[in-house]
């Protein structure tokens, strides 16, 4: 975990632009309302593994429900999430991919369709790390699936990056180089029925 905040902080430290004094914490229903605002986005992001690897790639999100993570080469991957459920999917491999439900990670609290961060017992934690935000969310009917670590920009309110705590206690970090959000995304993007040798796009 020490490696994966270390390679964090220096990768925010480039991304995010100097800012004034640390702000006041946002509000959690400014947050639900700033997610539940997005219908479509897409962002390049680096991704930090709890063994100390990185990668690169494209994230696509399409709300409700449905988001995919396209890596770029050498790494082969594909994550899809849609119609209730991620698959893990090496496009040059034989082997089939690897599937499991939704609402199984935390990933899933902000593809709801509502997202309600006031819901009892959702927020753990809820602070201020200079001008960034940082809430901690976790599904409050099954908190052993793990959390989600949110972290957010202000003035506009922005998503910057997160860190998941699997239900295995293994984290992995994403940091986003900037959501643009609005723009038409193909459904075949988020098919969970993967096409041998690339995208669907």
């Known amino acids: 975990m020490k490696r994966i905040l270390t390679a964090l902080a220096v990768a925010l430290a480039v991304a995010l632009p100097v800012s004034a004094p640390a702000q006041d914490t946002l509000p959690l229903g400014d947050i639900s309302a700033y ?4 219908e479509t986005a897409e962002s390049s992001f680096t991704q930090f593994n709890e063994d100390g690897s990185r990668s690169t790639g494209t994230l ?3 709300r409700p429900g449905r988001m995919r993570f396209e890596y770029d080469p050498p790494n082969s991957g594909v994550v899809i999430a849609g119609s209730g459920t991620v698959i893990v999917h090496d496009t040059k491999s034989n082997q089939p991919p690897e599937t499991y439900p939704l609402k199984r990670t935390p990933l899933s609290i902000i593809l709801a369709s ?4 006031d819901r009892a017992n959702m927020v753990v934690g809820h602070s201020t790390e200079g001008d960034l935000t940082v809430v901690r969310a976790q599904d409050p009917d099954n908190p052993e699936y793990g959390h989600i670590d949110l972290t957010f920009s202000a003035d506009p309110v922005a998503l910057r990056q997160w860190i998941i705590t699997n239900e295995q206690g ?3 970090a994403v940091v986003l180089d900037g959501l ?3 723009a038409p ?3 075949d993007l988020f098919n ?3 096409k041998r040798g690339g995208s669907n796009r």
Do not use: F, M, P
């Open 60 to 62: 696509y999100i399409k």
């Open 185 to 187: 995304l193909s459904n």
């Open 35 to 38: 997610l539940n605002g997005i």
């Open 192 to 194: 969970v029925q993967v």
């Open 170 to 172: 293994a984290r992995t």
């Open 180 to 182: 643009t959000t609005g």
């Open 114 to 117: 509502e997202v309600d961060l």
